[in-house]
């Protein structure tokens, strides 16, 4: 379901040019303000797309759904792994943990860190035509113009995840993959080919709902998948 906002809102579409940290117009790109000021590189919109909605993932949210897995599956192979090694010969014993310890760390802390950083460098738009996903430099983006596309809102208090699928299977992502999606541990995975294209973590607001209700209003992107 769509989250609750501005249901009798009109056309929510605007032209949008991005403006750089010292206010100058920036032709042809849009640059997302992050929440300790700094400003990402700029995220270049085609030539007569419009913009509807711009964000960016929260990361002060640290954990999500897939923690419930995670969490437990973490502590658990640390614990196993470590009376494994702690039971090898002496000088085993000492390379085992020199290299067991710093991926136990990042299984059970590390990634959390991971996550964040990764918030911070990815920035979210809506347009008239696709959804894009600006992450580490990186252009992803799912077309809204063909293959009968869908999104999927989940609201988590003041938080939506917004997951976009089609007709082509591949939308899905890899089942291989899916389980990793927005854990920390997907940095090298790529949105709408190993795992499937999402807005995580983004915080509610009026203007998202207004771009979601444009959207399906004009027959462009349909609701309501799991």
């Not at 991005?18 to 640059?31: E, L």
């Not at 929440?35 to 085609?46: F, K, N, Q, S, Y």
């Amino acid at each position: 379901m769509l989250c609750p906002g501005l249901l009798g809102q009109s056309r929510a579409a605007r032209s949008f040019v991005g403006c750089s940290a010292n206010g100058r117009p920036m032709p042809g790109g849009w640059s997302p303000v992050c929440h300790d000021g700094r400003v990402l590189p700029p995220l270049h919109v085609r030539e007569g797309e419009e913009v509807y909605w711009e964000g960016r993932p929260d990361p002060r949210r640290h954990f999500s759904r897939s923690d419930v897995f995670w969490i437990p599956l973490s502590l658990v192979w640390t614990a196993f792994g470590l009376g494994i090694v702690l039971q090898w010969p002496a000088e085993a014993r000492v390379l085992g943990l020199a290299l067991f310890i710093p991926t136990a760390f990042f299984l059970v802390v590390g990634r959390y860190f991971v996550r964040a950083e990764s918030k911070v460098r990815t920035a979210y738009v809506l347009t008239d035509t696709r959804a894009v996903i600006q992450r580490r430099g990186e252009l992803f983006s799912f077309d809204l113009t063909s293959g009968s596309p869908h999104v999927e809102v989940i609201r988590r208090g003041r938080h939506c995840t917004l997951r976009f699928t089609s007709d082509d299977p591949r939308s899905y992502g890899s089942m291989r993959f899916q389980g990793f999606a927005n854990t920390g541990l997907d940095v090298m995975l790529k949105p709408g080919r190993d795992i499937r294209f999402s807005f995580f973590d983004v915080r509610y607001s009026t203007a998202l709902d207004a771009a979601l209700l444009e959207l399906v209003g004009s027959g462009q992107l349909a609701r309501g998948i799991s």
